[in-house]
């Protein structure tokens, strides 16, 4: 049965940092790139961060460049998303997904299989 499970949210301070991880399990991870997206109250879901199969190539929603970070461990099926300088604005679920394909061609679209999602909330 394939699962993703996202883990490693939680309350943080501005200008703190988080380290989110995605687990999969039922699937081969490395056979997809893998995204991040996260969903604020009240707004629609926006992608975050993709990364091929492989790790080689990644991409970043502009609010977030400089910031996050996606990584991944495919001898974990592992994929990660390491978050600094936290802003309030920041605070949202954060889901990991799988991608359709090996690339992040599209990188906010054409997934297939979404995590339950790991709460993060920024503030004083």
């Known amino acids: 049965q394939l699962q993703l499970v996202e883990s490693g949210g939680g309350l943080v301070q501005p200008g703190g940092s988080l380290k989110l991880s995605c687990a999969g399990s039922?699937?081969?991870?490395?056979?997809?790139?893998m995204g991040w997206f996260r969903q604020a109250p009240g707004k629609e879901r926006e992608g975050v961060s993709c990364i091929s199969d492989k790790g080689g190539s990644t991409y970043y929603a502009d609010s977030v460049k400089g910031r996050f970070t996606i990584s991944r461990d495919n001898t974990k099926n592992t994929v990660y998303l390491q978050i600094a300088s936290l802003k309030p604005e920041d605070t949202a679920v954060y889901y990991c997904?799988?991608?359709?394909?090996?690339?992040?061609?599209?990188?906010?679209?054409?997934?297939?299989?979404w995590g339950q999602g790991t709460r993060v909330t920024v503030s004083a």
């Open positions: 039922g699937f081969a991870l490395d056979y997809y790139a």
């Open positions: 997904a799988r991608h359709m394909n090996r690339d992040c061609s599209s990188p906010w679209s054409h997934y297939m299989d």
